[in-house]
């Protein structure tokens, strides 16, 4: 009885260096999507640099839509080619969608996305 628990505590204590791998990819875009917020044009972030760029905003905003996308087509069991191909090409347009359809045309969201009302 006391191996059959030892068994099974170190079978659920094994290591996922994948997801060790995965969080170290998302604190790295993590990173990266704060040294963005530099150069977002219309975003109100208490510090600019001189060289601003308007096109950073859509690929800022993809985070949630990501994860969305994600977490539903990971219940389909789609293969690893077609299931990321499917999260690319949604959240390209989610993005789209949602910055030119929802955020801009909507004044009460504009100030959460750092845009003039």
């Known amino acids: 009885m006391a191996t059959e628990h030892a068994a099974i505590s170190a079978s659920q204590a094994a290591r996922r260096y994948d997801i060790d791998a995965l969080r ?6 993590l990173i990266f999507f704060h040294v963005g917020m530099f150069y977002v044009l219309d975003w109100g972030w208490h510090v600019k640099s001189t060289y601003l760029s ?3 905003q859509f690929p800022i905003l993809h985070q949630t839509i990501i994860v969305v996308i994600g977490f539903n087509l990971s219940r389909l069991q789609l293969g ?4 990321p191909a499917l999260v690319l090409f949604a959240t390209i347009a989610g993005c789209f969608l949602l910055h030119e359809f929802v955020i801009r ?7 959460f996305f750092g845009l003039k009302l």
Do not use: N
Not at 80 to 83: A, H
Not at 105 to 111: D, E, I, T
């Open 80 to 83: 690893p080619v077609v299931e």
């Open 54 to 56: 308007k096109w950073l």
């Open 105 to 111: 045309r909507v004044a009460f969201l504009r100030p």
């Open 24 to 29: 170290v990819f998302a604190f790295g875009l």
